[in-house]
């Protein structure tokens, strides 16, 4: 069983995080029954950007990183306290774990403003939200990050996209790297795409 650390930031969109619990759960279910997303945040409770809130299943200080094959982030807006979590230390020492240890991390929209935070953009391609009036990609670039203006980056093991419209294309990235290009296939045809 591959265990996927679906990391939440206080402020986090739950439509950005709900793409990889219903992706990767459909392939535990109907897939090759592969994979497991435990839900871990900085503190028990948390809201969503909209007010939705949500109890994780552990809080960081509760697991064990090396338990974990893959971390998965979504973002969350400024105005709903994203950037304090995502940009604490706690929660870039988990990224900082994963990249170190070569494995799968996938972030959507403006999560990949914490994998830059982080240190681990650095000379990688990467892009972050998209929208012409948006500054995250100058903020992207000042970590360090080559940034790019495709909808979707991987660069190594590391995956960042441009805005919540190419989450569920993410969240198939991912098991397509946890799994096989058929099982992937196979789970998409299931839920319709």
Request: charge should be negative; glycine fraction near 8%.
């Amino acid at each position: 069983m591959k265990k996927i650390l679906l990391l939440l930031a206080n402020g986090f969109e739950a439509v950005e995080a709900s793409v990889f619990t219903d992706v990767l759960g459909w392939n535990k279910w109907e897939g090759d029954g592969s994979t497991e997303v435990v839900t871990v945040g900085l503190r028990n409770q948390l809201t969503c950007t909209w007010n939705f809130t949500v109890i994780p299943e552990k809080t960081v200080n509760e697991i064990q990183l090396d338990e974990f094959d893959a971390l998965a982030i979504p973002g969350g807006f400024e105005e709903a306290g994203f950037y304090e979590d995502a940009f604490s230390t706690p929660f870039l020492r988990v990224i900082q774990h994963f990249y170190s240890n070569q494995k799968p991390i996938a972030s959507i929209c403006v999560a990949s403003l914490a994998l830059g935070k982080s240190g681990i953009l650095k000379g990688k391609k990467a892009t972050t939200y998209n929208h012409s009036t948006s500054k995250r990609k100058e903020q992207l670039q000042k970590f360090g990050a080559v940034v790019q203006n495709d909808f979707i980056v991987q660069d190594g093991n590391i995956i960042t996209s441009s805005n919540p419209g190419t989450a569920f294309d993410v969240a198939f990235l991912l098991l397509e790297k946890l799994t096989s290009k058929k099982n992937t296939e196979h789970v998409k045809e299931l839920m319709g795409f």
